[in-house]
């Protein structure tokens, strides 16, 4: 499943750097956007993930979103997730870039998590950037407990920008790594889709762990074409090995 040339970078590499996308949260049971089931095919993006649909249409917005979180707040992380904090454990340097908001690598128990595009379980203040936890069970269109002001989820609605913070964290990872793994993503989305190209240009070796070809697969040095729960817990076999 995994070359002989894979566990020898594996081997000596000290720093690895991961980018996961919603296919490594499907086996949780959490839809994916693309794909025949996908999120987006059912929902019209334009009107639900969007600060127009936020400020216009706030009832259906959060209608939408509270579904999500009702739906996300009865998930559990899977194999996949687990075997992450293994590997993480692993390294010397290891950071996790996910494109998720769905919480479970932090629940799984990552450390070094950069979520590219937020978090769901969380609302920041449209006014005084306060964040707060929301409550799964809550209903309505919620309000800042400081200010009043309308909040949002911490998520990156389409239309809006990434935090820079985050990114200028995650090119640099993806810039130093000498194994990147890409995993359960289209490698559709920028700016997420360009780091395992900063990261191969800088001479890491690529991997891509995903049951169908993607955007990267042409790009890189091994393809597993599997699921992530388990070509996950065959890597961390792989690595008990070599410990
Ligand atoms: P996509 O839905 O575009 O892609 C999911 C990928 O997961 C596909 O390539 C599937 O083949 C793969 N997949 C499915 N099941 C899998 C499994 N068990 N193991 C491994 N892979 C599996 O999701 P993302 O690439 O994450 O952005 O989408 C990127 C961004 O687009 C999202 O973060 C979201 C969306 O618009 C925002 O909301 C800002
Ligand atoms: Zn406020």
Known sequence: MFSEKLIQ????????????????????????????DGLWNKYPVEKLATIEALEKTPKLFWDFYNWRRELLATIKPNL??????????????????????DNLHLDAGNKNILELHGNITKNRCTNCDDLTQMDPKESGIPKCRKCGAFLKPDVVLFGDPLNQNILRKAQEASSV??????????????????????????????????????????????????????????????LDRLR
């Open 80 to 101: 996949g997730h687990y075997a992450l904090v293994d590997i993480e454990n692993y390294f010397e340097e290891f950071t996790l870039i996910t494109q998720n908001v």
């Open 177 to 238: 790594c000498e194994v990147f793994i890409s995993i359960g993503t289209s490698a559709e989305v920028e700016p997420a889709a360009s780091l395992p190209f900063i990261a191969k240009g800088n001479g890491a070796f690529l991997v891509e762990i995903n049951p169908e070809k993607t955007a990267l697969s042409a790009n890189a040095d091994e393809v597993i074409n599997l699921n992530a729960s388990k070509a996950l817990t065959h890597l961390t076999m792989i």
């Open 9 to 36: 970078r594996l081997k000596n590499a000290y720093t690895v750097t991961v980018l996961t996308g919603a296919g490594i949260s499907a086996e949780s049971g959490v839809p994916t956007f693309r794909g025949k």
